[in-house]
């Protein structure tokens, strides 16, 4: 089956630190990788994806490269600003199987303090 | 981006009770969407898959009975907790898939407390 494993929280950086999430996958077939951000009290949103082995998807300041030798996808953005405060969740998704089905990580709750 | 939203973004209901949240696509027509129930600091569980105009396809362990969904149109996709107890107390977020392959847009939630 599939599965996402990202790092336990919390994650309690200062402002302008640099930030590494890290998150590793099992796959079925051949998974697009993505990263979601959570605010309090609200929905998930896409933080950056990647659909293939080496993309690096970015946005915002932070980037996630696509390892398949290593099966991971880790976050990392080089200085964190307190906005960035929310839970970040790795997820997965085979388009092929499972009806395309996501899968999540239990989220890393990320605080930066000022 | 598509943008969802669901309504009532936050409710506190007795227990014995029902409760409907609805989904809502404001600007794209959605033939699948999808009913995750979160717990506190804990990842998505996905409940169910709501296909417009057919039957919902529960995840194994999810009563269907208890947790009824209904895909009318294709902006609209309800969830209704019957005979709500404590224990179904969460925050429950619909998404929907896009049109692209690797596209699936989230609503804001919603906090059911069960009192």
């Known amino acids: 089956g599939n599965s996402v494993t990202q790092m336990e929280g919390p994650v309690t950086l200062s402002e302008e630190a640099f930030l590494t999430i890290n998150c590793t996958y099992t796959a079925t077939g051949y998974p697009s990788l993505f990263w979601y951000v959570q605010y309090p009290g609200e929905g998930l949103q896409l933080l950056l994806k990647?659909?293939?082995?080496?993309d690096k998807g970015s946005n915002k300041g932070f980037e996630a490269t696509y390892r398949k030798e290593t099966t991971s996808f880790h976050l990392e953005k080089g200085s964190v600003q307190v906005s960035d405060s929310a839970v970040y969740f790795c997820?997965?998704?085979?388009?092929?199987?499972?009806?395309?089905?996501?899968?999540f990580g239990d989220g890393t709750t990320l605080t930066v303090k000022p | 981006g598509a943008v969802v939203s669901q309504h009532p973004s936050w409710v506190i209901c007795k227990s014995g009770t029902s409760v409907k949240i609805e989904c809502r696509s404001l600007?794209?027509?959605?033939?699948?969407m999808f009913w995750y129930r979160q717990f506190p600091k804990k990842s998505l569980m996905l409940m169910a898959t709501?296909?417009?105009?057919?039957?919902?396809?529960?995840e194994q362990g999810v009563e269907k009975d208890k947790f009824l969904i209904n895909h009318a149109s294709l902006t609209l996709s309800t969830l209704t907790v019957t005979s709500a107890h404590p224990e179904d107390s969460s925050f429950y977020i619909c998404s929907l898939r896009g049109t692209g392959a690797y596209e699936q847009y989230f609503g804001p939630g919603t906090r059911l407390t069960v009192t």
């Open positions: 990647a659909t293939k082995a080496d």
């Open positions: 709501s296909n417009e105009g057919s039957k919902a396809t529960y």
């Open positions: 997820a997965l998704r085979v388009l092929e199987t499972n009806a395309g089905k996501s899968t």
């Open positions: 600007d794209f027509q959605a033939t699948t």
